[in-house]
């Protein structure tokens, strides 16, 4: 029986926490939007959302699972996005030129790095003066958050990657038919609401996970929302820029010792199931838990999946 989820992306998730806490981190002038769910007391775990994501795109399922087991979610607009600084005076990248570029193999610029991207998640700690935390990256997040924990071994107890890898794509690893399509149009068209309400709708039915259905309807308003909340959609091209510019980083996570545990479903059609795995044979001291329902999303039938072997592992690292 499928359940029905309403997959929300509006900053009504802050309303169920009285502790709730938000502010701005600067990084070397980059302003940095977060909001800390608290409580202050609890073990606190970072939360790095994916490509062009805004920190509303976190289910505020996942917010409750964690506070209801002792943790202190914080999540932030990761810059470009959200309420964080924008850089569209930088303008688009030239897709046709830059996608000559990756289809050749000559060296590609961005406008900011992975590494850029990872030093904004250590100044929202640094702010809220966390000298250590968990962290949690998704997709693009799982990217940054390598960097980040790589370069900060000692800020973090455990590292908890979910739909992502350590390989730049490349032809073998680019998603396939409409979701390339879907992907490649937002990265250079430019689109009326309309369309990128329908957008949104069909990618999400692309990624989420086998039990989930949407209200369409709900989701619609919901975009809109956050379409209001942050109108910037260029972000997402230089978002994508800055994954292309990256090297792969499986030396990288070769040499991570934090507490690792990599989520990755069967069915990803996004991100290849096997580099996931790869990221979990590189990582030392790591563990993998393969999700067979799971797409590309930590929708509410996948964190009911996940919950107890997600929070058992942040436990058994906190012991450790």
Not at 170 to 176: G, I, M, Q, Y
Not at 244 to 262: E, F, G, W
Request: aromatic letters at 10%; zero cysteines; a negative charge.
């Amino acid at each position: 029986m499928k359940h029905l989820i309403y997959l929300y992306l509006t900053i009504s998730f802050f309303s169920f926490t009285e502790e709730l806490n938000e502010g701005y981190a600067f990084n070397e002038g980059t302003k940095i939007f977060y909001v800390d769910y608290g409580p202050e007391d609890a073990s606190p775990i970072l939360l790095v959302q994916g490509l062009g994501g805004q920190l509303t795109f976190w289910p505020s399922e996942l917010i409750k699972m964690l506070q209801k087991n002792g943790f202190r979610p914080i999540v932030y607009d990761n810059r470009d996005v959200g309420l964080s600084q924008s850089f569209e005076e930088s303008g688009k990248p030239n897709f046709l030129w830059n996608y000559f570029k990756w289809y050749t193999g000559l060296p590609m610029q961005s406008v900011y790095s992975l590494s850029d991207m990872a030093s904004d998640g250590i100044a929202i700690l640094d702010k809220l003066e966390i000298k250590k935390s968990h962290i949690l990256g998704i997709s693009m997040g799982g990217m940054i958050s390598q960097r980040m924990v790589f370069n900060h071994q000692s800020r973090f107890i455990s590292y908890i990657q979910v739909a992502s890898m350590a390989k730049v794509p490349d032809h073998t690893t680019l998603p396939r038919n409409e979701l390339r399509k879907i992907i490649e149009d937002r990265s250079y068209k430019n689109q009326s609401i309309e369309e990128r309400v329908e957008r949104s709708i069909r990618l999400f039915e692309i990624l989420s996970s086998e039990d989930a259905t949407i209200d369409k309807d709900k989701f619609a308003d919901e975009v809109i929302k956050n379409i209001e909340r942050s109108p910037n959609e260029s972000g997402f091209s230089r978002h994508l820029q800055a994954i292309l510019a990256d090297k792969d980083r499986y030396d990288l996570i070769s040499q991570i010792n934090v507490p690792t545990l990599v989520i990755h479903g069967e069915v990803d059609p996004l991100i290849p199931f096997n580099e996931g795995k790869k990221s979990a044979e590189m990582i030392p001291n790591s563990t993998f838990l393969a999700v067979e329902k799971m797409s590309h999303l930590l929708d509410p039938p996948i964190i009911d999946i996940i919950e107890e072997p997600l929070v058992s592992y942040m436990r058994l690292a906190e012991s450790l």
